[in-house]
Nanobody, 124 residues
Framework: QVQLVESGGGLVQPGASLTLSCAASTTSHSITHMAWYRQAQGKQRELVALITSDDSGDSTNYADSVKGRFTISRDNAGNTVYLQMNNLKPEDTAVYYC???????????????WGQGTQVTVSS
């Protein structure tokens, strides 16, 4: 099992910055994929940023709408993923969800886990 604890959401003005964090606790899984999704009211959930890790290092991918403004990173010590959000816009308003994926060390089965979500509201 994997437990996820998200933090960092809030209400900010346009142009402000905010950092989300998601701490994953597990003894059963090797986490290789960590991502942030968001879901605005009345819209489908969408991928915001993804970081994948293997022997060669970390790779990142971003939605076009956040490229150059958001940065996803992962701490080397463990399974915490961050989303640094700069120059926030009203259209970034959504519930942001952390998602992690990895193989169970015993069964090798791939599992995906979701955080509870944190609200980000960008408004003047």
């Amino acid at each position: 099992q994997v437990q996820l604890v998200e933090s960092g959401g809030g209400l900010v003005q346009p142009g402000a910055s905010l950092t989300l964090s998601c701490a994953a606790s597990t003894t059963s899984h090797s986490i290789t994929h960590m991502a942030w999704y968001r879901q605005a009211q009345g819209k489908q959930r969408e991928l915001v940023a993804l970081i994948t890790s293997d022997d060669s290092g970390d790779s990142t991918n971003y939605a076009d709408s956040v490229k150059g403004r958001f940065t996803i990173s992962r701490d080397n010590a463990g399974n915490t993923v961050y989303l640094q959000m700069n120059n926030l816009k009203p259209e970034d308003t959504a519930v942001y969800y952390c998602s992690v994926g990895g193989n169970n060390r015993g069964t090798r089965r791939w599992d995906t886990y979701w955080g509870q979500g944190t609200q980000v509201t960008v408004s003047s």
